[in-house]
């Protein structure tokens, strides 16, 4: 039985600055990892909510090894 879409994906970063997840996504995608943004920004107060970065459950692992590189080279 397939799991409904939504189940199928998982948060692996969160940030309020749009370039800094659009590079982590440039990131994975070189390595073959599919990631899709989910812009959870308020459009009326931008200072509310955050931008989050979404991958396959079946990479979570492989792009959590991206992730935490990403993090330490700041």
Do not use: C
Not at 26 to 31: A, F, I, K, V
């Amino acid at each position: 039985m397939n799991k409904p879409a939504e189940e199928q994906w998982e948060m692996i970063y969160r940030s309020t600055l749009l370039y800094r997840v659009e590079m982590l996504k440039d990131l994975l995608e070189n390595e073959e990892i599919t990631a899709v943004i989910v812009n959870k920004k308020d459009s009326s107060y931008l200072a509310f909510g955050d931008i989050e970065l979404h991958v396959q459950r079946t990479d979570v692992l492989n792009a959590a090894i991206i992730v935490n590189r990403f993090l330490a080279d700041e």
